[in-house]
């Protein structure tokens, strides 16, 4: 699939890291470091703009690698970019760790899957279909 792509970043085009990968790392593009204090969410460029086909989006996800090590993860995880949407890529960074971590211009922040999506259309009914396990919640069945 192609995708039309502005980088107005300093770094490369995002890649997939191996023939297997789902997503591709997304750069900071910052002028100078940031830092994110324990707790403490920012807002950061990455210089990317995209135009997504319709019936696809891209979901921003945190790093597995930044979460475990640093405790640095994607606030609203995973953040959706909508075909229509033409802005900057910014990716929200929250630091839910005990120490103060330092962004760098080009460290790799976050994951973009492009995946395909649909529409719902509502059906309005009186009452819903019989299941086995009907309305059990959180935890019903009692397994680990």
Same mark, same amino acid.
């Given at each position: 699939?192609?995708?039309?792509?502005?980088?107005?970043?300093?770094?490369?085009?995002?890649?997939?890291?191996?023939?297997?990968?789902?997503?591709?790392?997304?750069?900071?593009?910052?002028?100078?470091?940031?830092?994110?204090?324990?707790?403490? @969410?920012?807002? /950061?460029?990455?210089? %990317?703009?995209?135009?997504?086909? #319709?019936?696809? =989006?891209? $979901?921003?996800?945190? +790093?597995?690698?930044?979460?475990?090590?640093?405790?640095?993860?994607?606030?609203?995880?995973?953040?959706?970019?909508?075909?229509?949407? @033409?802005?900057? /890529?910014?990716?929200? %960074?929250?630091?839910?760790?005990? #120490?103060?971590? =330092?962004? $760098?211009?080009?460290? +790799?922040?976050?994951?973009?899957?492009?995946?395909?999506?649909?529409?719902?259309?509502?059906?309005?009914?009186?009452?819903?279909?019989?299941?086995?396990?009907?309305?059990?919640?959180?935890?019903?069945?009692?397994?680990?």
């Amino acid at each position: 699939m192609k995708i039309k792509v502005v980088n107005k970043s300093k770094h490369s085009l995002p890649q997939y890291a191996t023939a297997l990968s789902a997503g591709m790392d997304i750069r900071a593009n910052i002028d100078s470091p940031i830092v994110l204090k324990p707790l403490e @969410r920012k807002l /950061i460029p990455t210089g %990317l703009f995209i135009e997504l086909p #319709d019936g696809y =989006e891209a $979901q921003i996800r945190p +790093r597995s690698g930044l979460a475990i090590k640093k405790g640095i993860t994607v606030l609203n995880s995973p953040g959706t970019i909508d075909a229509d949407y @033409r802005g900057e /890529i910014c990716v929200i %960074l929250v630091n839910i760790s005990a #120490d103060v971590f =330092e962004i $760098q211009d080009g460290e +790799r922040i976050c994951q973009m899957v492009i995946a395909r999506h649909e529409q719902a259309d509502w059906a309005e009914v009186e009452e819903l279909g019989d299941t086995e396990r009907g309305a059990g919640g959180f935890g019903h069945t009692g397994k680990h």
